[in-house]
């Protein structure tokens, strides 16, 4: 039987433009949000799409329950709120939108370097309550010439090494997936993860959140770790084990952190808690993505990914 995506349900906050192409293509649209599972699984009951951000959790109940539908999307990168094991096994597609949001990412995590390097926040919140402690905020140091790794040289992970190598930073990286000659053709240098601990002074990670990613900055990596090295993860929350984090910033191992992602989101735990108040962290709330350039792109990429399944399937049908 063929795939024909004749209803959707959007469940998130996507930009219009998606609605828009979808209803452009013929594809009923709906838009409902914060639903909850037990209203999810009934708006699902007649429809063959469904699309999310990350506030929706596309959970093994909520896929098992539904009926109709055959494609969900993610207007985004990252596809760990939806179960893909089950989606599989019931034969859903599952798509992505890598593509729109990686610039935004990117400039954040440049951003969150550049603060880290020179206290910026502290610094601001400190001047704007009329305060002028220019002696307790000086002490930064520059980033030209010093060494930044970057964990992950995929999409995010190669603007960033580009746009701080401007900077006049070195940059070293590890990815089991790209090659020496690769690395070097953007002036990179490609090491292995032991090699480039002992001589990072930022560490920047853009992996996605995999089992082998998983706690990939943890205790026993800090202790390799210069005295002082700064910490950035804009990518997913628990690749950098937030535990070992706080310890590394109390015992002054680690000399700052710029979190945007947090393994708990909101962060309401006690750890993450203590983390967010630490001075030498600076934290976001998941902001990689959220520019009106980002979140237009990826709507975009998502419908079109839609529109481009009916059209294959009307061609091909199986
Ligand atoms: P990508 O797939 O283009 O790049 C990920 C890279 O990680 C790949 O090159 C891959 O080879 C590499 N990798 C895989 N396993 C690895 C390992 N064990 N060690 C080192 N590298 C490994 O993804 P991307 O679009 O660059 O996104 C990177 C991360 O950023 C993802 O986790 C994504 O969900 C996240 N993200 C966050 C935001 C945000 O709002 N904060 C926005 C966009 C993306
Ligand atoms: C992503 O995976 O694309 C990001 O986490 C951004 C988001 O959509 O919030």
Redesign the pocket.
Known sequence: MALSIKKVLISDNVDKKCEDLLRQNNIEVVCKFKLSSLELIKELSDCDGLIVR?DTKVTKEIIEASKSLSVIGRA?????NIDINAATKKGIIVLNA??G??I???E??CAHITCLARNVPAACQSTKELKWERKLYSGGCELSGKILAV?????????VAVRMKSFGMQIIA?????TNVEAHALSIKRLE?DDIWPLADYIT??????P??KN?INKSVFEKCKRGVKIVN???GG?VNEEDLLHALEEGICGGAAL??FSEEPPVNVILQRLLCHPNVIATP?????TKE?QVRVAVEVAEQFVSLNDISSKFPI
């Open positions: 990350s985004g990168t990252g596809v760990d890598p593509n949001n990686a935004s990412a990117c954040l995590t964990i992950g040289l995929g999409r995010i992970g190669k603007e590890f990815d089991p997936f790209v993860l990670v853009h992996t996605p959140l995999i082998q990613t990939l804009v990518a997913r690749i945007d992602v998941h902001l990689g993505a959220s980002a």
